[in-house]
Every structure is written in C-alpha cells, then in structure tokens.
C-alpha cells in the first residue's frame, strides 16, 4: 500500500466571541485578538492506493499560506509514493527520516507545522489500518474527557473579561483561561468566579524577566492554576527558571523548537506544565516522545490546543491517554459552522469508537469556507480554488 496523492484544503470560518469590534482595526498575529473574526485550518488529506484516506492538520493560522508551500515543495515531495507505514512504530521511522532530510529548514516554524500534519494524518490511516480508534491506540484507559475553556483577549477590560468568565462558567466549564495581561483583567475574574474554579492566564511572551517578575508579585494572591509563556523571547529557558522561583506555577512549551525543546525546558527547570501542540511539534508522534519527557521528569503535561481541525481531534484522543485530571483547551468561541458535526460540543463528551480519529470533516463546510485546495500526486500540483 503506497501514498499516492496529499490534499491540502485551507478554510477560514467565521466566528463569534460575543466581544465589541475593536476602536481601531490593528494588523494582528495572534490568534485570540479581538481584531479577528474568523479563524482559518489547514487540513491536509493523505490518500493511498487502496483507496484508504488519513486526515491531518498543519498550524499556521494566518501564516497558512506559508505553511502550505512547505507542504507543497518538500514535504508532499518527500512522502509520495513510499509506503504506507503499519504500525507506530513504521510511522515513528519514517518521521525521524523526515525530520533528518528536512532539518536545515529549521526545527520549528512552517515544515515542522507540515509534518505535524503529515503524522497526524498517518495515525488516522494506522487507526482505519487497525480498525481501532486513536485513543485505543493510543492505551487510553479512558473514553470521556472534559474541556476547559480558552478565552479570547476582550482587551483588559476588568467588567468585560468578568462578564465573560461568567458566561463560560454558566454554560458548565469548571476550568477557564484568560488571554489577558494586566492583572486588574485578571483579578476581576478571580474574584467573579466561585473559588472551586480554576483560572489560568496565557500572556503570550510580553515581558521582560523584570516586568515578568513585577507581574508575578501582583498575580501570586490569585493562585492562578499557572501563568503561561510570560517571559519574552519564549526560549529564555534561564528566565523562566528564575521566575519560577518566584512560587507562581509557570505553563509553556507551545513555541519551542520541537521536542527537543521541551528536553531544555524540563532541564533547565522552567517550567511547571508542559505543552505540546500536536499541530506544531511534530504530530502525534513528536507528542508521545514529549509524553515521555513528561514522566522522566515528573513533570504535568497539558496540551496546547487553539485550532478546530485534525489537530484537534488528535488532542482529544492524546488527552484520553492522560490522567484523568488533564482536560482539552478549547477555543471558547461560537463558530459560523461545526467542522465536524458528529463531534459533540458539549464540556464533557466520549470520544468515538470509529477508527482513526473517529470524525469526518463536512464537505459543505470544506467547500462554503475554503480558501485554496491544492492537491498533490505523481503528476504534480492540481489547485482546485
């Protein structure tokens, strides 16, 4: 069985935040800004000779177009053609090749995000290879996982960020996080919610060692379940150690240079929770070895999740394999239209018995909201849109 073609559908579904549109509107990069309404997927469809397809996703959001020409130019050219891989093992293999053909093109940033892609994609064959679901393969000993919810910015608005935590807590969720960086924003959603909820913050690499430490002291009455990605730039492992000291628990890992990365974090002493995402890192592969990190060192793991296509159905399943305590981020956002309309959206679900991943996207939704759709095969490049 060989890989004859990889699909790459790139869509943007609009969304709401129930949030004001900004005063003014700002050129933005983040994810959870308020100057973004709605939030693009790259999803790539490995597809075999015997007629068997697997279903991934590459990071990028607005970086998707760069993340789709990494695919295009080397990393559909390096997998057309060989071998289906057979086993976790096979599919480990053939990674570790990838990685060593295409590492002078960095170990992190666009080819990484596309083999994310590509690994995902191969887990969901090997499921539908084995007729078992991912989180059987996976050795989940559990089914059900619950989410926590991941809140846009509302722009340190102290009584906007408390009516939204409010919300979300209405609705169910018993673990929230905040993208917000002023404590003010922070301590007025503390103090909104019942005590038994736990709050995070995800500042997104703002501050110097000096000012992350300034803003440690002002958050440490809070007793935040854990202060993510405070210190700028996001590798300043000795930073991060040294804020730790200060006794608030520090979250990170979404930015680092692969697993690898993660090895650094944990050796320097940085961190308190570790994060993967399965999109970035080097798919579902890339994440076990980070798994494995996790428990040499003794150290929590909680997976990064701010996407809604494969990825995030592989978070679901790579969750599953996890205490029972770790829940799955989950943008806390109203989409247009559910890419996968089997996929419950309640805060507490089961996971599928299906094989793979266990869900299909929609193809109407593939079609109302693509931006581009590319595939690849022996022949070359097919653009569809």
């Not at 309640?346 to 299909?360: A, C, I, K, R």
């Amino acid at each position: 069985m060989k890989i004859t073609a990889i699909e790459i559908v790139r869509i943007a579904v609009p969304f709401s935040a129930h949030r004001r549109p900004p005063a003014q509107q700002e050129i933005t990069f983040n994810a959870a800004s308020p100057s973004l309404s709605r939030m693009e997927s790259l999803l790539v469809k490995v597809e075999t000779d015997s007629g068997l397809c697997g279903w991934g996703e590459a990071f990028g959001h607005l970086a998707n177009p760069v993340s789709e020409q990494a695919i295009c130019t080397l990393v559909a050219p390096f997998f057309l053609n060989r071998p289906l891989p057979q086993s976790q093992q096979a599919i480990a293999a053939l990674m570790q090749e990838a990685e060593k053909a295409l590492h002078g093109f960095g170990r992190t940033g666009p080819v990484r995000y596309a083999l994310s892609a590509l690994d995902i994609a191969l887990w969901d064959l090997l499921g539908h290879l084995q007729q078992q679901p991912l989180w059987q393969l996976l050795g989940a000993k559990r089914q059900r996982i619950e989410r926590y919810a991941s809140l846009v910015s509302y722009d340190n608005d102290p009584a906007e960020v408390a009516m939204q935590v409010l919300r979300a807590h209405r609705q169910g969720y018993t673990t929230l996080k905040l993208h917000e960086t002023e404590a003010n924003a922070i301590r007025a959603a503390r103090q909104a919610l019942p005590d038994n909820v736990q709050l995070m913050v995800d500042v997104n690499c703002p501050w110097t060692r000096e000012q992350a430490e300034e803003q440690a002291q002002l958050l440490r009455p809070l007793q935040l379940g854990w202060l993510e990605e405070p210190v700028w730039p996001p590798d300043d492992y000795q930073g991060l150690a040294q804020l730790r000291r200060s006794g608030v628990p520090l979250a990170a890992g979404e930015n680092v240079d692969g697993d690898m990365g993660f090895h650094n974090l944990l050796a320097s002493g940085a961190v308190d929770v570790l994060q993967p995402s399965v999109a970035k890192v080097g798919g579902i592969s890339a994440a076990l070895r980070v798994f494995a990190l996790a428990q040499q060192y003794q150290a929590r793991l909680v997976p990064h999740c701010f996407y809604y296509g494969a990825g995030m159905l592989a978070t679901a399943h790579l969750v599953a394999a996890l205490p029972d305590s770790v829940k799955m981020e989950a943008p806390y956002i109203e989409f247009e239209a559910e890419l996968y309309p089997t996929l419950p959206q309640s805060v507490s679900f089961t996971l599928s018995d299906e094989p793979g991943l266990g869900y299909q996207p929609d193809p109407d939704v593939l079609q109302r909201y693509c931006l581009s759709d590319l595939r690849i095969n022996a022949q070359g490049v097919q653009r569809h849109v």
